[in-house]
T-cell receptor, first 113, second 116 residues
Framework: SQTIHQWPATLVQPVGSPLSLECTVE??????LYWYRQAAGRGLQLLFY??????ISSEVPQNLSASRPQDRQFILSSKKLLLSDSGFYLC????????????FGAGSRLTVL | AQSVAQPEDQVNVAEGNPLTVKCTYS??????LFWYVQYPNRGLQFLLK??????LVKGSYGFEAEFNKSQTSFHLKKPSALVSDSALYFC??????????????FGAGTRLAVHP
């Protein structure tokens, strides 16, 4: 069966520090991968999606970047964090027979101080 | 602009009573529609979806949703609420012309509180 892992689960970082959140998917190949941000426990905003290794599409201009160095690995990064980067970051994947359904990871809570 | 509206910030229901969480959408074409549930500090879990066919869709944990094309609505329902149903519920829409990439548009979420 397929599983999705995100880490770290929680992170407290000072303003101006770098960021790296990692997401991996097991049990499938060539998934579509997504990064969402959820602010204040409410709606989700799509940040990036990827349909293959090295292929990244950005939905909104921001202080973040994404990379997909391997088929089942998706990384969210920043060189210098801003206060406004605080939030709950969710990785998701889709593919295979359930291609219409997004499966989410458990999330990574980032607090920038 | 394409959007999803969940008009209620919070819905309060007594245990054992029926519940409805409302969702309306504004997208072009025939969309795919979804409901997800989120428990505190967790990722979203898929509940049900409408792609085509019968307007009444049954999903996990006894939930169902009714697609109404004329009213562009996709309300989530359950005949008898449980305290354990208390969570944050998201309606989402995948516009028909999204290139197949599952770029979902999410509503702001509705917090469901079921009281004993």
């Amino acid at each position: 069966s397929q599983t999705i892992h995100q880490w770290p689960a929680t992170l407290v970082q000072p303003v101006g520090s770098p960021l790296s959140l990692e997401c991996t998917v097991e049990g499938t190949s060539n998934p579509n991968l997504y990064w969402y941000r959820q602010a204040a426990g409410r709606g989700l905003q799509l940040l990036f999606y990827s349909v293959g290794i090295g292929q990244i599409s950005s939905e909104v201009p921001q202080n973040l970047s994404a990379s997909r160095p391997q088929d089942r690995q998706f990384i969210l990064s920043s060189k210098k964090l801003l206060l406004s980067d605080s939030g709950f970051y969710l990785c998701a994947w889709t593919g295979g027979s359930g291609a219409n359904v997004l499966t989410f990871g458990a999330g990574s809570r980032l607090t920038v101080l | 602009a394409q959007s999803v509206a969940q008009p209620e910030d919070q819905v309060n229901v007594a245990e054992g009573n029926p519940l409805t969480v409302k969702c309306t959408y504004s997208v072009s074409g025939n969309p795919y529609l979804f409901w997800y549930v989120q428990y505190p500090n967790r990722g979203l879990q898929f509940l049900l979806k409408y792609i085509t066919g019968d307007n009444l869709v049954k999903g996990s944990y006894g939930f169902e949703a009714e697609f109404n094309k004329s009213q562009t609505s996709f309300h989530l329902k359950k005949p008898s609420a449980l305290v354990s149903d208390s969570a944050l519920y998201f309606c989402a829409v995948r516009p028909y012309f999204s290139g197949g990439y599952n770029k979902l548009i999410f509503g702001a979420g509705t917090r469901l509180a079921v009281h004993p």
